[in-house]
């Protein structure tokens, strides 16, 4: 079984490759591939939601490569923000915007704003996409809020400033292994975990 992670981002073929099984029901090995394997570059993404621009990605890595293709999109809501980033979480200080540009917009958004009102949450929504076009979403949250610095070395994005409220720390400050506990990501890719553990998907 092959199955294609529409994704060139090696820190989340990482953290997916310590939560996704290894074989299907029938013991059959999965072989996990991505995007640079098969010289696909996804479209812009122009949905206005999560699910919709999960389903674009996986959806067109499916008719390109004719393997079941499995995508993602996360956003951070921060309701003091009304809900912002959101869809836009990658792109927040702009289209070509990297992690340390993005943090310092939304630190500087939330500047003088009290611990209180700075909560926010990560959503991931997954999808599994075959070829001839079925779909099925997965999704997790992880509840939160923004912290007024930096903390932590690990991870990559927001890590560093997003503190989940379970345990009081941010992202940055855990393991690969404990974010994986924890994480929105986490959450939803153990469900397709279980669903490709329990299921046929040829």
Not at 22 to 30: A, D, H, K, Q
Not at 160 to 170: A, H, L, S
């Amino acid at each position: 079984m092959q199955l294609l992670l529409a994704t060139g981002n090696t820190h989340k073929l990482s953290e997916l490759k310590r939560v996704l099984p290894v074989r299907l029901p029938s013991n059959e090995p999965i072989t996990y591939h991505i995007l640079p394997d098969f010289f696909i570059t996804l479209p812009e993404e122009t949905g206005t939601t999560l699910f919709e621009n999960a389903r674009q990605k996986a959806v067109y890595a499916a008719q390109q490569s004719g393997l079941v293709a499995l995508s993602d999109d996360t956003g951070l809501e921060v309701d003091f923000l009304h809900g912002a980033p959101g869809v836009h979480t990658a792109r927040y200080a702009g289209q070509n915007a990297d992690a340390a540009a993005n943090n310092q917009k939304l630190l500087h958004a939330l500047q003088g704003v009290p611990a209180e009102k700075r909560t926010a949450r990560f959503r991931t929504v997954a999808c599994l996409a075959w070829p001839d076009g079925r779909v099925k979403y997965f999704e997790g949250i992880c509840n939160g809020h923004i912290a007024q610095e930096y903390k932590g070395t690990n991870g990559f994005g927001y890590d560093p400033i997003f503190v989940v409220d379970e345990i009081g720390k941010c992202f940055a400050e855990l393991t690969t292994d404990e974010k994986n506990l924890l994480s929105h990501r986490g959450r939803a890719f153990r469900q397709v975990a279980a669903f490709l553990a329990n299921n046929k998907i040829a």
